[in-house]
């Protein structure tokens, strides 16, 4: 299996950036896509982005736009830049992968089981 630990989030003011980093171990080979999903207190999991093993991107539609997803596989990483950000980001975003389905699965169906799954990392967005 693979192993995940999310990194850079933080707090920043409305209209600032982050850049989340997401280290991968293990299995990786057996991946087939890659994304990020979030999660408000008291609120749905929302899937931000993903990006499959070819290339292809995915975004929620809250974020397109705002939000670029990408990887490096020499370092076994993947970033999730966030731009303009608002208070409506804030959520603890997941590094998530999946063997089996592509990055699609990640933004409409975000409640599935990932076949790894990171530790959170928080983004808080204020006024």
């Known amino acids: 299996q693979v192993h995940l630990v999310e990194s850079g989030g933080g707090s920043v003011q409305s209209g600032g950036s982050l850049t989340l980093s997401c280290e991968a171990s293990g299995d990786i080979n057996d991946v087939r896509a890659m994304g990020w999903i979030r999660q408000a207190p008291g609120k749905e999991r929302e899937g931000v982005a993903a990006?499959?093993?070819?290339?292809?991107?995915e975004y929620g539609d809250s974020v397109k736009d705002r939000f670029t997803i990408s990887q490096d596989n020499a370092k076994n990483k993947m970033y999730l830049q966030m731009n303009s950000l608002k208070p409506e980001d804030t959520a603890m975003y997941y590094c998530a992968a999946d063997n089996y389905r592509t990055g699609w699965w990640f933004i409409n169906y975000p409640d599935h089981t990932f076949d790894g799954w990171g530790q959170g990392t928080l983004v808080t967005v204020s006024s």
């Open positions: 990006i499959d093993r070819d290339g292809t991107t």
